[in-house]
Nanobody
Framework: QVQLVESGGGLVRAGESVRLSCAASGRTSTIWTMGWFRQAPGKEREFVTSIRRGVSSDYAESVKGRFTISRDNAKNTMYLQMNSLKPEDTAVYYC??????????????????WGQGTQVTVSS
């Protein structure tokens, strides 16, 4: 089992930055892929970014150049640095983890564990 806890959300203005954290505990050595997804009110959960064993990463087009994912394996923590935030980035952000080496980072159903989510609100 893996437990995930997000932190770092809040209310910011457009153009500002926020860093989210996702602390993993339990059988963290079994994790292959970690990722961030978000869900805005009335919308489906959507892929934001993912990182595979700290090596390769992938980003949704809407956040490329603004968001950066990183993973500190020693601390079992994943981060999402979000810069140049826009009102359309407002959502609940969830971190996920997959223990399957075949997992596709952008597909939410490939993830085995999820955090509780953290709200990010960007005002215009």
């Amino acid at each position: 089992q893996v437990q995930l806890v997000e932190s770092g959300g809040g209310l910011v203005r457009a153009g500002e930055s926020v860093r989210l954290s996702c602390a993993a505990s339990g059988r963290t050595s079994t994790i292959w892929t970690m990722g961030w997804f978000r869900q805005a009110p009335g919308k489906e959960r959507e892929f934001v970014t993912s990182i595979r064993r700290g090596v390769s990463s992938d980003y949704a087009e809407s956040v490329k150049g603004r968001f950066t994912i990183s993973r500190d394996n020693a601390k079992n923590t994943m981060y999402l640095q979000m810069n140049s935030l826009k009102p359309e980035d407002t959502a609940v952000y969830y971190c996920g983890a997959s223990v399957n080496y075949r997992s596709r980072g952008s597909i939410s159903s490939d993830y085995d564990y999820w955090g509780q989510g953290t709200q990010v609100t960007v005002s215009s």
